[in-house]
């Protein structure tokens, strides 16, 4: 007996027709998609299509999936992979960071860090200036690559979503008088930041791993 899988559309519409925008191979056959599915694939794929509303990046990494996420689940991990964040100290708000972000001169950036352990997710809450509205927030997951791709270690995915505010700057009184530039006008270049990113954390993360050495270091302990 199949499940009553959009009864309640069916009833609310009164036909059992799909509604706008749900292609199910019930009422669509797959002679029928397959055309449509083709011109989908393209060989050259628009910047902006790619990462226009939200930037994704993967990669493996050769490290065991718990260590990984012990070490990215602490706040000052980003003192060593992310390409600008550096200086990073507590402030009187347990579990709120400030550092600096060397992008541009003088900026504040503030960052709280919301881990699960179980589901291994590592979610940085930041936003540069203020630590009042963390706006900016970074999405990552380790995965174990022995359940996903069959051999030891990890996969990281990072996603990325354009915030409203990337565009338009929601607190301009709080950065420094003197900068110019705003964290959104770097949008365009978030895919290969993030992808230069995710590179140093696996060639350090990988580099600890084959050696010996503690995944999250002592100086972190």
């Not at 930041?193 to 050696?211: D, V």
């Amino acid at each position: 007996m199949s499940l009553p899988a959009l009864d309640d559309i069916h009833g609310h519409t009164g036909t059992t027709k799909p509604i706008d925008g749900v292609v199910r191979i019930e009422t669509a056959p797959l002679e029928e998609t397959a055309p449509m599915f083709m011109a989908k694939m393209r060989s050259v794929y628009p910047h902006d299509e790619v990462y226009g509303n939200y930037c994704t990046v993967n990669d493996y990494v050769d490290c065991p999936p718990d260590e990984l996420f012990e070490y990215l689940a602490d706040t000052r991990s980003l003192e060593e992979w992310t390409y600008t964040l550096r200086g990073f100290t507590p402030t009187d708000e347990p579990g709120l960071w400030l550092a600096y972000d060397r992008l541009l001169l003088d900026t504040e950036i503030y960052t709280r860090t919301v881990a699960n352990a179980e589901a291994r997710t590592i979610d940085y809450h930041c936003a540069w200036d203020q630590g009042k509205h963390l706006w900016m927030i970074y999405l990552m997951r380790v995965l174990d690559a022995q359940v996903m791709l069959n051999k030891p270690g990890s996969v990281v995915l990072w996603t990325n979503c354009r915030h409203p505010f990337y565009d338009q700057n929601p607190y301009p009184e709080a950065g420094p008088a003197e900068r110019t530039g705003w964290v959104g006008d770097f949008w365009d270049l978030f895919g290969a930041g993030h992808a230069l990113e995710l590179n140093n954390l696996k060639t350090i993360a990988e580099y600890r791993h084959r050696n010996g050495l503690p995944v999250k270091p002592d100086w972190m302990k």
